[in-house]
Nanobody, 126 residues
């Protein structure tokens, strides 16, 4: 069964870094746009970043994380990464990835995705 599995979350102090991974199994991720989202307690889901599929590889970032997070993909490993630096307490939440055979605009604005992972907890606290 095709699925996405996130890993790399944890507890980190403010200013620290984490790298999240979104690994695909049972599907060819190359042509999918993949987005990272986060769920914070009491807040709506926020799309923080997206990387387009195929040979485009263009990236999109939310203003709240621009300059601190970097999204990348390794199609050979069927994995999309989110490198997070200079983390702040407001970055705390469950981070999950979602894939759609479409554009990053659709990934970040549509409530429906072809695949979605279960999420990994990121806690930024001193």
């Amino acid at each position: 069964q095709a699925q996405l599995v996130e890993s790399g979350g944890g507890l980190v102090q403010p200013g620290g870094s984490l790298r999240l991974s979104c690994a695909a199994s049972g599907l060819l991720l190359d042509y999918y746009a993949v987005g990272w989202f986060r769920q914070a307690p009491g807040k709506e889901d926020e799309g923080v970043s997206c990387i387009s599929g195929a040979t485009d590889g263009s990236t999109t970032y939310a203003d709240s994380i621009k300059g601190r997070f970097t999204i990348s993909r390794d199609n050979a490993k069927k994995t999309v990464y989110l490198q997070m630096t200079n983390l702040k307490p407001e970055d705390t939440g469950v981070y999950y990835c979602a894939a759609l055979l479409s554009s990053c605009h659709r990934v970040l604005t549509s409530p429906n995705h072809d695949y979605r992972g279960q999420g990994t907890q990121v806690t930024v606290s001193s």
